[in-house]
C-alpha cells in the first residue's frame, strides 16, 4: 500500500511565484535623480570675459 | 568654507550673485568665485529670488507640491555649497 508522503502543499505552478511578496523596486538603483542646478566653472577660459 | 545648509534658517540670493533669465530658467553668475550656475526650471528661479522674503528655507518651499519639495530642496542645497544663496543675517543681529 503506498501513501501520499508529500508534505509540500503547494498548488502546481507555484515556482513561478518567484518574486511575490517582495516590494516593487526592491534592490533596484534610484530612479535617475532630476538635477535642476548644473554648476560650470569659467575659469581658464580666458578672453571669454 | 561654506556653512552647511540649514532649510530651517532664512537664505538669500548672494549679492555677489547675478541671475540672467533664460528660456530653461536662469543663469546665475557669482562675480566671487567666478561660477556659473544652470537654473534649469522657473520655479526654481522664482523660488531663489523670494527666498530673501521667507524667515526660513521650510517656509519657502511650503508653495511647492509635496512631490517636488525634495528636488528643489536639493537643488537649494546645491546652490547653497556653491554660495549662489547665503544666509540672512540673523534677525536679533539686525538694528
Do not use: W
Amino acid at each position: 500500500m503506498q501513501q501520499d508522503t508529500r508534505a509540500d502543499p503547494s498548488p502546481a505552478g507555484a515556482d513561478h511565484d518567484l518574486g511575490l511578496g517582495q516590494e516593487p523596486g526592491t534592490g533596484e538603483p534610484g530612479i535617475t535623480e532630476e538635477l535642476l542646478v548644473e554648476e560650470v566653472s569659467i575659469d581658464g577660459m580666458c578672453g571669454v570675459y | 568654507m561654506t556653512a552647511p545648509f540649514e532649510p530651517g534658517r532664512g537664505y538669500r540670493l548672494n549679492p555677489d550673485v547675478a541671475l540672467r533669465p533664460e528660456p530653461f530658467g536662469a543663469l546665475a553668475y557669482h562675480f566671487g568665485t567666478r561660477r556659473l550656475s544652470f537654473l534649469k526650471a522657473p520655479d526654481l528661479v522664482e523660488l531663489v529670488r523670494g527666498l530673501g522674503s521667507h524667515r526660513s528655507v521650510s517656509d519657502a518651499l511650503a508653495a511647492v507640491p509635496d512631490g517636488r519639495r525634495d528636488v528643489y530642496l536639493r537643488a537649494l542645497a546645491a546652490l547653497a555649497a556653491s554660495d549662489m544663496i547665503v544666509p540672512q543675517p540673523d534677525r536679533s543681529e539686525m538694528p
